[in-house]
């Protein structure tokens, strides 16, 4: 079992020059079985004048979720059930109710669930933010179907983005239109760091500069 450890991000500018919406999400490539989809983590508008600062906190504690979906966002779970790295679970379902398995030795390396509730099911990643009760979802695979499994080496690698067309919790079903500013993998990265968002205004580009 990995250690769990926590980082917290500080994004910030002083005086962009014009107003702008950062887009924090885990959308790179994921090893393993079952088409996925990213979900966007957090959006935060700065402002054109003066300081602007967002804070967003990464726990390393995964979990698996079954996932209520409205309209494109993931608005909640049914249940959900913590695991670490080489662990897998069972989703079944009673009567109306979900639930997930205790988490048994799986393959190594990899989180698994199989969905066993006797439909295609929803079924999404996720980690557990502090103090809150369920994950905050990452990757979400929908679909699964019965006896079926989803099998994934998720990395936190965490991408940055200037973009307004897109919401938190909002499920990506394609590339996001706008330029990738940043990636880092958050397990690489100290406990707190602080990073820039500025905008060159010649080009009208943006970048993100650790501080």
Do not use: C
């Amino acid at each position: 079992m990995s250690t769990v450890f926590t980082r917290n991000l500080i994004f910030q500018s002083n005086n962009l020059g014009t107003e702008a919406t950062l887009l924090l999400t885990f959308n790179g490539p994921v090893a393993g079985v079952g088409d996925h989809s990213p979900v966007v983590w957090r959006v935060s508008t700065f402002g054109k004048s003066g300081p602007y600062q967002m804070r967003a906190t990464y726990k390393s504690q995964l979990a698996f979720t079954k996932p209520q979906v409205e309209s494109g966002n993931i608005v909640g779970a049914a249940t959900a059930v913590e695991i670490n790295v080489g662990q897998q679970t069972t989703l079944t379902k009673d009567g109306q109710v979900f639930s997930f398995s205790a988490p048994i030795a799986g393959s190594s390396g990899f989180l698994r669930a199989t969905n066993d509730a006797g439909l295609k099911e929803d079924i999404a990643i996720g980690f557990m933010s502090p103090g809150q009760l369920l994950p905050t979802p990452t990757l979400i695979f929908e679909g699964v179907g019965d006896d079926s499994n989803v099998t994934a080496q998720f990395t936190p690698i965490l991408r940055a983005y200037v973009t307004s067309d897109y919401q938190e919790t909002q499920i990506l079903r394609g590339e996001i239109h706008s330029p990738m500013l940043w990636d880092e993998d958050l397990a690489a990265l100290p406990e707190t760091t602080t990073w820039n968002l500025t905008r060159d205004a010649a080009s009208g580009r943006y970048s993100i500069t650790r501080a």
